[in-house]
């Protein structure tokens, strides 16, 4: 039976407190916990009693997790997601960040770490990049090895590795890390992969170890409700089911905290009704649910 979570940034307007009770109220198996100075801030002083708080309470309300470390204005309070692993000055501060995002996954027990690459800066030949990128990413896949953490590296529109074939590169590059699995996000599939959304699904059902999931059109990297874009989810939820893959796959609609509660509603309702039937692996027949184009 498939997992489903919710990512805290589409609470933005709630405590983490509120935003856990609400998602663990709903129904929902896990959240996204993303690092950020809103939720769980991974430079706040009292970090070690808030993270044995916040274990204790994931435990209570019966919900997994996956650290997100997506933060808009974490690092830079001009520049969103700046710096990256990439970046030319301060690439080491994303490093430090990823590094403290492990060890807070340690202590909650979460299930990944996701993280992207960035965007390549402008005139940094393609050589150099892979060579930054590989770099950053060895001394984090050298904490979760200490720590015993698994690690998702996310495809993401407009960054450097922004698709599965680059992913695959990356892989590659490092050494084929049993750490280094892989984050795949749904809409991600759709905006850019040349294959069907449930393709991709199967094709990275070997290293898949976080999934995210919201509707998306081709070519548009806006993360939409379901049934507002194109994605056809039933078979994507079935090609999930069949590959075994036993992860969180969690709402991802950072743009909606406005109407968190009634969207990650409507959401779960949604999913539900597009999942196989747990018992003969079968899409439900009760209730209607809005399909888009084919992908």
């Known amino acids: 039976m498939i ?24 129904g929902y198996d896990g959240v996204g916990l993303t ?70 996954a340690s202590e909650v027990n979460a299930e990944a770490v996701s993280f992207w690459s960035g965007a390549c800066p402008a005139g940094l030949p393609e050589e150099e990049a892979w060579e930054r990128l590989v770099r950053g990413c060895a001394e ?11 690690l998702g590296f996310e495809p993401e529109p407009g960054m450097f590795v922004d698709t599965l074939d680059r992913y695959d590169e990356l892989s590659r590059r490092l050494g084929f890390p049993e750490r280094l699995g892989l984050t795949l996000d749904i809409g991600h599939c759709r905006c850019l992969e040349e294959q069907p959304v449930d393709a991709c699904v199967r094709r990275a059902a070997p290293r898949l170890v976080n999934v995210q999931i919201e509707d998306m059109r081709r070519g548009v990297h806006e993360h939409l409700e379901f049934g507002e874009g194109e994605i ?14 036993q992860g969180l796959v969690s709402v991802e609609l950072p743009r909606h905290s406005h109407a968190a509660p009634e969207v990650a509603r409507r959401s779960l309702e949604f999913l539900r009704a597009a999942s196989p039937s747990p018992l003969t692996g079968a899409r439900p027949t009760t209730g209607p649910v809005r399909q888009g184009v084919a992908p």
């Open 232 to 245: 056809v989810f039933p078979p994507v939820l079935s090609a999930l089911a069949d590959c075994g893959y």
């Open 35 to 104: 690092l950020d100075r809103r939720h769980l801030d991974p430079y706040d002083t009292a970090l070690p009693r808030r993270l044995s708080h916040l274990s204790n309470r994931l435990e209570e309300l019966g919900l997994g997790t996956v650290v997100e470390t997506g933060g808009r204005y974490l690092l830079d309070p001009w520049r969103k997601h700046r710096p990256t692993l990439l970046s030319l000055d301060g690439a080491d501060r994303r490093v430090d960040l990823l590094l403290r995002a492990v060890r807070i």
């Open 140 to 150: 984090v896949i050298e904490e979760a090895q200490t720590r015993e953490v698994v």
């Open 3 to 26: 997992r489903f979570g919710y990512g805290t940034n589409g609470f933005g307007d709630h405590s983490l407190e509120d935003a856990l009770a609400v998602v663990a109220g709903l």
